[in-house]
């Protein structure tokens, strides 16, 4: 197959991820309601494995696909996805062996140093270097006190990044300096730095004429971690003298907030995608201002240079020309603060150490278990 741009695109080869690009077959959607095909829920592609059960609510099972396309692989035989909704009884079902895989972000974060002190526990935070999951707040742009620029820069003085990674993600993660995670292309640390400065959000504030008004705070609802976090922010924001109501919601409840553009400050964690033409642009350019989505614009910042920074540097070439647009992008939208940056998260994945190969790549466990092998 041969591909012919009408314009060079740096980041061509990264669109093709497996869960962002996935392969479908032609002859069994083609002429049929996609979201109503049966094969959504018996699904037949190419990789190392193949569907072959699923009970619902209690697991899904592959077996090793004998035409895989690499002569020899997959080694494993079958692989069985468990499904267990609470966390706790996530790190119950690895400690009794009867599951040998937690992916990052299967329990909450304060079990993991107790699961990675086991006899026999591997632990790892690689295989997320492509999706780089970067943690911000949304910051309303529209209406309300965080539609001032000072206020939205007194949030980032006010909040304690560096408390939330070292107690509430017990160092798991890093502070984050703008829109762009430090394991992406183009990344740059010359950008203004907002230190935890209680004294400098409170000069922001006056500055900004913040009258007390209340300002709603939702929490992500994806367990006792998150919720923890919104506490500790609910306090900092407090602390300087914004007027703080939590909204707490479920996950579709939430998302239906965000997607309708109803909220103040909601908390979320996006991909990076590798590359800022993939990942990092959708959340800042007018464009992709919409209603009814989660993961695009949903600030609602507007700003003519930005847009065209980005569309610049899609691009541009060489890559030394584009890092001189994104170096000059993330400059201006750290000033603006249009979200407010806060950690690049890490998800451990916990193994038993008898399972080998499982990350080989910087996609991890998404890669389909290809070179996995359990040592006997």
């Known amino acids: 197959m041969v591909f012919t741009l009408k314009q060079p695109f740096g980041p061509f080869l990264g669109i093709f991820e497996v869960g962002s690009l996935p392969m479908v077959p ?9 979201k109503t095909n049966p094969y959504n829920n018996a699904p037949v592609g190419t990789g190392p494995f193949m569907f ?21 692989k997959p080694y494993i035989d079958e692989i069985y996805w468990q499904v267990i909704p609470d966390a706790a009884a996530r790190s119950v079902a690895f400690e009794t062996g ?10 909450e974060n304060f079990d993991v140093p107790r699961l990675s002190k086991l006899k ?29 620029k000072k206020f939205r820069q007194a949030v980032m003085y006010a909040v304690d990044r560096n408390f939330a990674k070292d107690v509430i993600w017990n160092g798991l993660g890093k502070v984050a300096t703008g829109p762009s995670a430090s394991t992406i292309k183009f990344y740059t640390d010359d950008v203004p730095k ?19 008004d209340k300002v ?8 006792e971690t998150w919720q923890r976090w919104g506490e500790a922010v609910k306090q900092n924001l407090q ?27 909601a908390f979320s964690y996006l991909y990076q995608y590798g590359d800022p033409a993939l990942g990092v642009g959708r959340n800042y350019v007018s464009s992709a201002i919409a209603k009814g989505a989660v993961f695009n614009n949903v600030e609602g910042y507007s700003n003519p240079e930005v847009d065209k920074l ?34 690049e998260l890490q998800f451990p994945t916990i193994t038993h150490c008898k399972i080998k190969d499982l990350v080989s790549t910087a996609i991890g466990v998404n890669d389909g278990f290809r070179d996995a092998w359990i040592d006997k």
């Not at 032609?26 to 996609?34: S, V």
């Not at 009867?98 to 329990?107: A, E, H, I, M």
């Not at 709603?216 to 367990?223: D, T």
């Open 194 to 212: 907002y230190d935890f400065n209680p004294a400098k959000a409170k000069a922001l504030l006056k500055e900004a004429g913040y009258n007390g």
């Open 120 to 148: 026999d526990v591997c632990v790892t935070g690689a295989g997320w270097e492509f999706f780089s999951p970067l943690a911000w707040m949304w910051l309303n742009n529209r209406a309300g006190p965080t539609s001032n």
């Open 310 to 343: 980005f569309a610049d540097g899609a691009v541009a070439t060489p890559d030394s020309k584009r890092k001189e647009i994104y170096d000059k992008v993330q400059k201006i939208l750290v000033e603006d603060v249009p979200v407010a940056w806060m950690l």
């Open 52 to 72: 072959k059960e699923w009970q619902k609510g209690s697991f899904v099972r592959l077996v090793k696909n004998p035409n895989y396309h690499v002569k020899g």
């Open 239 to 265: 602390d300087v003298g914004i007027n703080i109501e939590t909204i707490a919601t479920d996950v579709p409840g939430g998302n239906q907030k965000i997607s309708d553009w109803d909220y103040d400050i």
């Open 98 to 107: 009867k599951v040998d895989v937690l992916p990052g972000g299967s329990v």
């Open 216 to 223: 709603r705070l939702m929490p992500l609802a994806y367990g």
């Open 26 to 34: 032609k002859h069994l959607y083609d002429g049929t309601d996609f």
